[in-house]
């Protein structure tokens, strides 16, 4: 459906031709499969389905792949049968609301509330609250809830709020004017419903130019019409609009009601970052804003709730969520192309003497829903995995000499990071071997080797190392992660270690010093990004590191996560900033504590060990990542076995695929990279350095570029 541009003000007829509102040739109508056909289990769904029944579900409607493959409705219900949907709207109505007015540039959501709110200004609290704070409920403002109580037995203020009256105790009034706050402003996770009302009145003020003032008719006509929701099938807002300070005023902390296929819409909306079939209702940024981590406690979206911080470790860190009492639904996970729908009754019974709204809400609908689907998800019998990431545009293939070509050196060792150092040499660390030819005198579990020349006539120079060598087999002992050269000095990053341990070198590798600190949380298997000889070449003056997401370097993770450090400051702990997400603009944003991290990568179960340099000729970073054994069981990868390669344009991302393999002609080993010295002027001839049949295994790589970036 076209937007009516009459009825758009002049800021939002512009938004609304960059963000390409035009109707689809075709009207999208939902298509049927089987679990199996999608990689789901049957079974494993029926079972759930019998355990919600149970546990007085309405509806409950699994869509993957684009296609409805598991939907079952309780007497009384259907697909089309509007239910209530209590605080499933904070996302649904205000969460999405806002994700518009971010689309069409006219809020961010560091803009601060009193800018919108004048009554504001005059509270030193109020006035330092903004948008970001409100949708993650972390501005301070109360709650309108206590002990429990129903609402119809709260008094005061809060009883005020849920009786839905007329100026100057209608809740929007309340919310503004009545409502204390408790605390500093983004210090800490306080759910607040008032809190929520406020984002809608700084929602409503920012539209009020325009002819689409209140969020009943800007949801109606941008959203919910357009992706083909009927209008008898959705109502928000308690069916009420407040005449307020000349604002109509609409509930988006509650009073939503939507049938499970208008959810599932919305879902699926959220999955595809905003596009619906080739008409970009909302921009991908503001999608990214809604629902992902906004960078404060809690780790809640504008509205949604995240698994940004990886509390449900049986759940992608990119699962994100809206939710109301009594359970009500609407689950999006992009890493399974994965959309759910519950309605009905309360799950289970709040548990007692619960302290924050996760223990209280959170952690059992994760336990009964959550977790099961995800469960089922897992089941691919006779499945391929597919990339987590679209296709690069830049790189849009790769051709792999002959398997007979490739050239094998150092037999029965393994590992193989690589950096380029001062002396035009590379540097190397192996494990479980003897090195190059001749062998060192007996196996170690952590060595050291010069590379010197090209292919295919380079040599492997072993490094004798005493205060650097390991000896022992497999997770016994150190091995070597990631490897670095600096200013002519080495700097080594060993797993194994408990979690990873830091050691540098500047007699090029005769000598080592180990730093005095650990990673102990995360970062089981850390690698350096690297650039060019010495270092030079980089984009600034950080070193950046990148691990899966454990503590293990022999289990995989759901997610990878990255850490930065200036390159003068390397061996100091606290020295060190781990990305937590990316800004309203696409920027990282970066905390000194662990704690805060956040996915830089997704790929659900399939994240391991891997490699990462810059290609300078195309301006992009290659990250080779081996893939943990496929199809249920756990490949054997220096023999067999998958990995892929993934592009992008800067050290975060956003991330395509280049390359992706389940088997590969040849085992790609545990461990892969292309090392920046063997690259090519015009970047598109590499050599993959992998440690396949437990050798320095060499093979020449071909690029044929794309058109786009």
């Known amino acids: 459906m076209l937007v009516p541009l009459v009825l758009l003000g002049i800021a939002s007829i512009v938004a609304a031709l960059c963000l390409g509102h035009a109707a689809s040739a075709q009207p999208f109508e939902w298509q049927s499969a089987t679990p199996e056909s999608q990689g789901l289990a049957k079974k494993k769904l029926d079972t759930l389905k019998d355990e919600l ?29 509007k239910h209530g949907a209590a605080s499933l709207s904070k996302a649904t109505v205000a969460g999405l609301a806002l994700a518009l007015l971010v689309s069409d540039r006219k809020l961010k959501l560091d803009t601060p509330v009193a800018e919108l709110v004048p ?96 969020i009943r008719t800007l949801l109606r006509d941008r959203i919910m019409r357009p992706i083909g929701v009927a209008d008898g099938e959705w109502s928000v807002g308690y069916g009420k609009t407040f005449q307020v300070d000349g604002l109509p005023l609409v509930a988006g902390w509650g009073g939503g009601s939507y049938s499970p296929r208008a959810l599932a819409r919305i879902g699926r909306l959220l999955l595809r970052e905003g596009d619906w079939d080739g008409n970009l209702i909302l921009s991908k940024e503001a999608v990214h804003q809604i629902t992902g981590d906004a960078g404060l406690p809690g780790h809640c979206g504008m509205g949604f709730w995240t698994n940004a911080d990886g509390r449900y470790p049986k759940l992608p860190r990119d699962t994100y969520y809206g939710a109301g009492a009594g359970d009500q639904l609407l689950i999006v996970v992009p890493s399974l192309n994965l959309i759910v729908v519950r309605t009905g009754e309360t799950l289970a019974p709040e548990p007692k003497n619960a302290k924050d709204v996760f223990e209280a809400f959170h952690d059992q609908r994760v336990k009964i829903l959550f977790e099961p689907i995800v469960d089922a998800s897992g089941d691919r019998p006779g499945q391929t995995l597919t990339a987590p990431y679209p296709p690069s545009k830049a790189i849009a293939g790769i ?53 010197e020349g090209e292919p295919p006539g380079f040599q492997g120079i072993n490094i004798p190392s005493p205060t650097g060598e390991q000896v022992g087999n497999g997770a016994r002992t150190k091995k070597a992660s990631g490897i670095l050269c600096i200013k002519g000095t080495l700097h080594l990053w060993a797993r194994n270690a408990g979690n990873a341990q830091l050691a540098c070198s500047k007699d090029h590798g005769k000598t080592w010093e180990w730093v005095d600190w650990k990673f102990t949380t995360s970062f089981g298997c850390p690698t350096f990004l690297n650039f060019g000889k010495d270092y030079i070449g980089t984009r600034d003056d950080w ?64 994240c391991y060990r891997s490699g990462i340099t810059f290609n300078a000729a195309l301006k992009r970073y290659l990250w080779v990542q081996i893939i943990p054994g496929t199809e249920g069981k756990k490949a054997d990868t220096r023999f067999e076995g998958g990995f892929a390669i993934y592009d992008a344009p800067e050290p975060w991302g956003p991330w395509t695929t280049v390359y992706f393999t389940e088997k590969w002609d040849v085992g790609p080993g545990e461990t892969a990279s292309f090392p920046t010295k063997w690259m090519s002027a015009d970047g598109k001839t590499l050599y993959l350095v992998f440690s396949g049949d437990d050798h320095f295994a060499v093979r020449k790589a071909s690029l044929t570029l794309g058109s786009g970036k």
């Open 543 to 606: 070193v950046y590191v990148y691990s899966h997401d454990a503590d293990s370097a022999y289990q995989p993770a759901d997610c990878m996560v990255l850490a930065r450090v200036p390159k003068e400051k390397i061996l100091e702990r606290n020295a060190y900033e781990f990305f937590k997400g990316l800004d309203e603009k696409q920027q990282p944003l970066w905390s000194k504590e662990m704690a805060d991290r956040s996915a830089v990568f997704t790929h659900t179960g399939r």
């Open 119 to 214: 009554a504001w200004n005059n509270d030193p609290r109020k006035r330092t609250i903004t948008l970001r704070q409100l949708g993650s409920h972390t501005s301070g403002l109360a709650d309108a809830e206590q002990d429990h109580l129903p609402h119809d037995k709260l008094t005061g203020w809060k009883g005020d709020f849920w009786k839905q009256l007329e100026k100057p105790n209608d809740p929007f009034t309340i919310a503004r004017q009545q409502t204390p706050v408790e605390f500093e402003p983004g210090t800490k996770l306080q759910y607040s419903n008032p809190g929520i009302a406020m984002l809608g009145y700084a929602i409503t003020a920012a539209s009020k130019d325009a002819q689409l003032k209140d």
């Open 53 to 81: 029944a149970e546990r007085k579900t309405h509806a409950f409607l699994v869509v993957c792949n684009d296609r409805i493959v598991y939907e079952w409705y309780a007497a009384g219900h259907g697909p089309d049968k």
């Open 399 to 451: 051709a792999w000499a002959p398997k007979e070509t490739i050239i094998r050196k150092a037999h029965d060792s393994d590992n193989w990071p690589l950096t380029w150092a001062d002396d035009d040499h590379q540097y190397t660390a192996y494990g479980d071997g003897r090195g190059f030819e001749p062998f060192v005198p007996a196996k170690l579990g952590l060595g050291f080797a010069r590379i």
